[in-house]
């Protein structure tokens, strides 16, 4: 047999990986809009199986454990936030203007918003600041990749004489704070919320 033939079976199990890959996407994908609706907390391997029409067996496959599907859930929502508003603030230069370009993004991500329930760490944080585990692991890290995130790019337009002379962690954590509070006013009905946002956003970009 050449070496460039497969061996009998192959392109099964291949296609089935393929589509195990994309069933387990369709279904974090609903997941992360229940859970920013709802909170992880919302979500089952049941009900998820019975939103999507497919066999609760399968989902649970996919998933084994509702933790593994939280931490899934999880991960996919840093994916699509990654897409939505970290990846295209990469085109704008370091400093106050890939600052202004990230709560840009921001904004349009929470008042479209991407997630039904607006921002996916607003809904999750809460439930799981104060228990230890793998999930809060993971939210906590990626909120403080966010915090840190701005904060470099702060330090940045700092260092570079963009802005005027500004702690950039304390800046940071103010920053999320103003965003966090512009969520729930635009879940609110309050649409003025991103433009007072992104006043005291430029307030921290003063320049010297």
Same mark, same amino acid.
């Given at each position: 047999?050449?070496?460039?033939?497969?061996?009998?079976?192959?392109?099964?199990?291949?296609?089935?990986?393929?589509?195990?890959?994309?069933?387990?996407?369709?279904?974090?994908?609903?997941?992360?809009?229940?859970?920013?609706?709802?909170?992880?907390?919302?979500?089952?391997?049941?009900?998820?199986?019975?939103?999507?029409?497919?066999?609760?067996?399968?989902?649970?496959?996919?998933?084994?454990?509702?933790?593994?599907?939280?931490?899934?859930?999880?991960? =996919?929502?840093?994916?699509?936030?990654?897409? +939505?508003?970290?990846?295209?603030?990469?085109? $704008? #230069?370091?400093? !106050?203007? &890939? /600052?202004?370009?990230?709560?840009?993004?921001?904004?349009?991500?929470?008042?479209?918003?991407?997630?039904?329930?607006?921002?996916?760490?607003?809904?999750?944080?809460?439930?799981?600041?104060?228990?230890?585990?793998?999930?809060?692991?993971?939210?906590?890290?990626?909120?403080?990749?966010?915090?840190?995130?701005?904060?470099?790019?702060?330090?940045?337009?700092?260092?570079?004489?963009?802005?005027?002379?500004?702690?950039?962690?304390?800046?940071?954590?103010?920053?999320? =704070?103003?965003?966090?509070?512009?969520?729930? +006013?635009?879940?609110?009905?309050?649409?003025? $919320? #991103?433009?007072? !946002?992104? &006043? /005291?956003?430029?307030?921290?970009?003063?320049?010297?």
């Amino acid at each position: 047999m050449s070496d460039n033939v497969p061996p009998p079976g192959a392109a099964v199990t291949d296609g089935r990986l393929l589509r195990g890959a994309r069933s387990r996407r369709a279904i974090t994908r609903h997941a992360v809009d229940i859970a920013s609706l709802e909170g992880l907390n919302g979500l089952s391997l049941g009900r998820l199986a019975t939103d999507l029409g497919l066999s609760k067996s399968g989902v649970q496959t996919l998933f084994k454990t509702k933790e593994n599907l939280y931490l899934a859930t999880v991960e =996919a929502a840093r994916e699509l936030f990654l897409d +939505a508003v970290v990846r295209p603030a990469q085109a $704008a #230069p370091p400093g !106050a203007a &890939r /600052v202004r370009a990230l709560i840009d993004h921001w904004i349009d991500y929470a008042e479209k918003p991407l997630f039904t329930g607006g921002c996916f760490w607003a809904a999750n944080l809460p439930d799981f600041d104060s228990r230890p585990g793998p999930v809060r692991d993971a939210l906590a890290g990626q909120h403080q990749d966010w915090l840190s995130l701005i904060s470099a790019q702060l330090r940045h337009a700092l260092n570079a004489g963009e802005i005027a002379s500004i702690d950039p962690d304390l800046a940071a954590f103010q920053a999320d =704070a103003v965003l966090n509070a512009t969520n729930t +006013a635009l879940r609110l009905g309050d649409r003025d $919320a #991103p433009g007072r !946002a992104r &006043r /005291v956003i430029d307030g921290f970009l003063t320049r010297p």
